[in-house]
């Protein structure tokens, strides 16, 4: 679990290192974190949805980021996409926050995906934001804070 985390740039370069990390080692992109800010302009959705073709190509050469070409263009859409929202992105996800619940005993019982979750992506979908789905939506969650699915005797419960 991460601790809480809100705002609308804040949660911006969360779920776009949540997209570039799919399929990856998440050591990968916290190797990777800070040359992932310098790249997206410390993701400012501002700043990163004028992002055009120059700067795909910047980014596509840039060995300091994971190149996939779908992973950039989708997180300079997913900018857009954000400045065009009539609520406050940090209040959209957190909308989709479940109530606590008990502590699970093993991993077989920390899901992949959860109602919640499969809800945000679809309602992120829906609104035109890409690349990202049921399992990096529950993602986010994780490290966010939205949810707490440490072990029940784990340090980091309750810390």
Not at 102 to 129: D, H, W
Request: net charge negative.
């Amino acid at each position: 679990m991460g601790r809480e985390l809100r705002g609308d740039r804040e949660l911006f370069e969360r779920m776009s290192l949540e997209a570039f990390q799919s399929g990856l080692s998440w050591a990968i992109i916290l190797r990777k974190r800070e040359h992932f800010r310098e790249a997206f302009a410390d993701f400012d959705p501002a700043v990163v949805a004028e992002f055009g073709e120059v700067e795909v190509a910047r980014l596509l050469g840039d060995a300091g980021i994971v190149r996939n070409r779908l992973k950039i263009e989708a997180t300079i859409s997913n900018a857009r996409t954000l400045l065009e929202l009539d609520e406050s992105f940090s209040d959209l996800l957190w909308s989709f926050a479940p109530p606590p619940s008990p502590a699970p005993t093993s991993y077989s019982e920390v899901p992949a995906t959860t109602p919640e979750s499969i809800a945000m992506a679809k309602g992120l979908k829906q609104r035109g934001f890409r690349f990202f789905g049921p399992t990096t939506a529950y993602a986010l969650m994780q490290a966010t804070g939205m949810v707490n699915d440490h072990l029940a005797d784990c340090v980091a419960r309750n810390p």
